[in-house]
């Protein structure tokens, strides 16, 4: 559009094509495309302000809680400050202007009730902050010079190294701790980053299960969907939308009722091992645990998601004609081979389709692991409602779910290095 | 094709109903010689695809059986049967290059690789791609797609091809080129070929002999120059070539000749070919350019009145529509030589044919 390029174009240069009205054909032509953007432009607007607000912005605002810290510096500034002299690894308390400093913070906090919210951010780091923070505050008033001493005499953890310690570190109005419990690991007081215990690593283990349950389920799904989706592409269109109904109830019945109904097949007393025991194979004692753990989880989700994975593929495999197998056929291929190696190479896009589509929703699927899953079959989302809904510590939640969407976006770019993401069908 | 070497392939009173209730081939026999070009001919929903399918083991026939080389192949599927096959739409394998498409009937086979690039190698020059083995079937137009179609269901040497209206989605100038084509590999080649088309003009240059079906039923089965000049019915007079039709009841029946009362009046000699007795209907076909304009008075045993209705120039010749015996559909083709005088409409002339022209045949239809 620059006159620069244009010249460039036309090294004649002199004779510039002229519309019949006199306006130079390059300046008109740019006028009409200009309107014709402004016009695109008008249109994906309201989508395009949806997708802002709803979208983008809370998973920034998600993305940027995960490492916020600011509360600490907000409630305590004064304590910041002095603590920015301090040597945390001299080994001595802080000096007696420290102490000052917070009694001076505590005084505002506890007018202004935030002693509580910092007292709860700090008890992520260290458990005991919260009611220190707490009782100190609530106690301000009494507290006199010497702070250091009296402080000490009415709380003693004041008189230890180490809340000292956690306190000067999380000063900074941004820190990483909230990413180092996502993934088992921890400060110690003096900013050394360690590995949890075993007994006390949990989100580590819990990604690799929501990673190989949402595996699982969408080998399960493919088995399951593939040669129902066959059947319903080479059926006459009036069986195959009867069927296709069928396959689609999943969508139409409540998610609740659904789940319920899982609940009384599986459990227990419930119809499977009912059924499991009259036959004869197990015996009334030796009933099978089939609900509230990894098994009912995933015999829920594949139900659930199965749609998502014959969708993709029952539209691929409509669009493969029919003479493609009959010419496998009629080269010599036996049927097996006519299958393996001319159908399902063209059926790719949709596996690929719907093993991305069934995989990413079950990675952050919460509802039926929350119901069916027990302890042994929640998912990495459930912690994330967890931590959102009952423990109230955002940082965490959104650290875990920004990983989440870390992995996820990894698996789009790996599938995009592997099969294409041009070549992906959806419905 | 009578008598000496054993048909490669026998059709034996086949039969076949996709819903049980409506045959679509009734009674089919036919046999293919060894080496030869046969075309199944016929209007849309005739049967005809549904044959081949049956011999290509796709569809089972309802009665009946079909020999293969002497065998009895209702048993055998499709991929021991070993017979070349071109589809419509050709079927080329969208995720596998050109060379890898040739190549697919050769690993089948468990062919060893120098062998395998021979034969792709040689396929391809045959069809005119020896570039064009890296392509994918959707960077080829659809003339050379059509070619690696036909490469592919040769390259590994069948007995036997069949091809279901191949040239089908071809504009007129390429298909008039690939039947050329197709026809010299077949010479070439020796390659037994049944071909199937609606277009009775590529059946005309391809075939050594052509079976036009009609209804489920073959009509007739002929060289294409028996076809247009000796028609046994009525169908295949209509279907093959122009044809002027009189409609009427045969008054005598004389050895070789009959005598007709056409409907529009007039009593026409005619060369009795496939009629009932005196007093039953029969169809006269006639075809244009057997038709003389104003012939020397008893030069011919049938001359009649006819009025000029309409003149269209052709280049060659004159198409002259006519009324004549109360038909007034009944067409000339005049030669466009200087010492005919010119007609106009409106004309009153003499028609006037032989009797080995005008054959009397069905009344049906
Ligand atoms: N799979 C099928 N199921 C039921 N009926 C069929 C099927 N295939 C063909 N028919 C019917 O059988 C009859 C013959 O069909 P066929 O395809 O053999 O005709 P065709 O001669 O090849 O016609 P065209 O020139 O249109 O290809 C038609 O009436 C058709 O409707
Ligand atoms: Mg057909």
């Known amino acids: 559009m620059t006159s620069a390029t244009a010249t460039d174009a036309n090294p004649a240069g002199t004779g510039e094509v002229m519309t019949a009205d006199g306006v130079p054909l390059r300046i008109s032509l740019a006028r009409a495309r200009r309107r014709s953007r402004n016009r695109a432009l008008l249109l994906v607007a309201p989508l395009f302000l949806f997708v802002l607000i709803t979208f983008f912005i809370p998973i920034l605002s998600m993305l940027f809680r995960s490492v916020e810290n600011q509360i600490v510096g907000e409630t305590l500034p004064h304590t910041v400050e002095a603590l920015q002299q301090w040597d945390e690894s001299g080994g001595d308390l802080p000096p007696e202007e420290v102490y000052a400093a917070l009694v001076e913070d505590l005084r505002i906090a506890n007018e202004t009730k935030t002693a509580g919210k910092v007292g709860r951010r700090m008890n992520y780091e260290k458990s005991g902050f919260a009611s220190l923070f707490r009782t100190t505050a609530r106690r301000i008033k009494r507290i006199e010079a010497p702070y250091k001493e009296t402080l000490i005499k009415a709380k003693k953890d004041w008189g230890e190294l180490e809340t000292w310690q956690v306190l000067k570190r999380e000063s900074d109005a941004y820190t990483l701790s909230y990413y180092l419990a996502a993934v088992d690991f921890s400060y110690t007081p003096t900013g050394e980053v360690l590995k949890l215990p075993d007994d006390r690593s949990l989100y580590v283990g819990l990604f690799w299960r929501t990673i190989w349950m949402s595996l699982l389920i969408t080998v399960l799904c493919l088995i399951l969907a593939y040669p129902i989706s066959y059947l319903l592409s080479t059926l006459p269109v009036k069986t195959s939308n009867l069927l296709m109904i069928l396959v689609l109830l999943p969508f139409w019945t409540s998610l609740l009722v659904r789940t319920s109904a899982w609940i009384a097949l599986l459990q227990k007393e419930g119809v499977i091992n009912d059924l499991l025991v009259w036959v004869g194979l197990i015996g009334d004692e030796h009933r099978l645990t089939m609900i509230h753990n990894a098994t009912g989880t995933i015999v829920a989700m594949t139900h659930v998601l199965l749609p998502f994975m014959v969708l993709p593929l029952y539209s691929v495999m409509k669009t493969i004609p029919p003479s493609y197998m009959r010419a496998a056929r009629s080269l010599g291929a036996t049927p097996f081979m006519a299958f393996v190696r001319v159908y399902m190479p063209n059926t790719v896009p949709g596996i690929g389709a719907g093993a991305l589509l069934v995989f990413i929703i079950s990675i952050g699927y919460y509802i039926t692991p929350a119901l069916v899953g027990g302890q042994s079959g929640t998912l990495i989302s459930n912690f994330i409602a967890y931590h959102l809904s009952i423990s109230l510590n955002w940082g965490l939640a959104a650290a875990l779910g920004t990983i989440l969407l870390v992995l996820v976006l990894a698996l789009y770019i790996l599938y995009d290095k592997i099969v294409g993401i041009d070549n992906m069908k959806m419905g | ?365």
């Open chain 2, 1 to 365: 094709m009578t008598d000496s070497p054993p048909p490669l392939v026998r059709f034996e009173n086949i039969q076949k109903s996709y819903d049980g209730r409506i045959l679509v081939v009734k009674d089919l026999n036919l046999n293919v010689a060894q080496g030869e070009f046969l075309t199944m001919l016929g209007p849309s929903g005739s049967g005809k695809t549904t044959c081949l399918m049956m011999l290509a083991g796709f569809e089972p026939a309802t009665h009946g059986e079909i020999f293969l080389k002497d065998q009895p192949i209702n048993r055998v599927p499709p991929h021991k049967r070993g017979i070349g096959m071109v589809f419509q739409n050709y079927a080329l394998f969208p995720h596998m290059t050109v060379a890898e498409n040739l190549s697919f009937p050769l690993e089948v086979r468990k062919m060893d690789k120098p062998e395998r690039e021979r034969r792709i190698n040689r396929a391809l020059e045959m069809v005119q791609l020896g570039e064009f083995g890296d392509r994918r079937p959707a960077q080829l137009s659809g003339g050379q797609a059509q070619r690696v179609a036909v490469a592919r269901a040769l390259v590994f040497d069948p007995d036997l091809v069949l091809m279901d209206e191949p040239l089908g989605a071809l504009d007129k100038n390429l298909r008039e080129q690939m039947q050329y084509e197709i026809k010299h590999i077949h010479e070439n080649l020796g390659v037994t070929v049944v071909y199937v088309t609606h277009d009775q003009s590529e059946a005309l240059t391809m075939s050594n002999r052509i079976a036009v079906f009609n209804d489920g039923v073959i009509q007739q089965l002929a060289p294409p120059e028996d076809l247009y000049e000796k028609p046994l019915n009525a169908f295949v007079a209509n279907f093959i070539g122009e044809n002027n039709r009189l409609l009427g009841r045969i008054t005598g029946v004389n050895g070789d000749s009959c005598t007709v009362d056409v409907d529009g009046g007039g009593s026409v000699v005619a060369n009795s070919i496939n009629i009932g007795g005196e007093g039953a209907r029969t169809t006269l076909s006639l075809r244009p350019e057997r038709v003389a304009i104003n012939p020397e008075p008893g030069s011919l045993p049938n001359i009649f009145d006819a009025n000029v209705e309409e003149l269209i120039y052709l280049g060659d010749h004159i198409r002259t529509r006519v009324a004549v015996c109360g038909h007034d559909d009944f067409v000339v083709k005049i030669p466009n030589s200087s010492h005919h005088a010119s007609l106009e409409v409106g004309n009153s002339v003499k028609v006037g044919w032989n009797v080995e022209d005008c054959r009397a045949l069905d009344s049906s239809d």
